[in-house]
């Protein structure tokens, strides 16, 4: 499902949050409705405030990161 967009899994926090969508939608477990009422709830109790999207950043991974200091993605084989 994610070998061709390996390569952005870069995130560490977004990417656990992506497997966990794909483990749900493999185990039939994804309802849009649970996903819209779990938007809303959050937005509603933040004041329509998302979270910073440089939260969870992963600062090793960056584009000009050592090849030889990466961690190899789980993802690959």
């Known amino acids: 499902m994610l070998d061709s967009r390996s390569f952005v899994l870069r995130n560490q926090r977004r ?12 185990n039939g477990l994804d309802v849009e409705r649970h996903y819209y009422q779990l938007l809303r709830d ?12 440089r939260a969870g950043y992963d600062r090793a991974a960056g584009p000009r990161t050592d ?10 084989g």
Request: glycine share 6%; proline share 3%; no cysteine.
């Open 42 to 53: 959050h937005l509603e109790a933040s004041s329509g405030r998302l979270a910073a999207q």
């Open 15 to 26: 990417t656990n949050v992506l497997l966990g969508l794909i483990r749900n939608h493999l």
């Open 67 to 76: 090849p030889a200091l990466r961690v190899r993605s789980s993802l690959r």
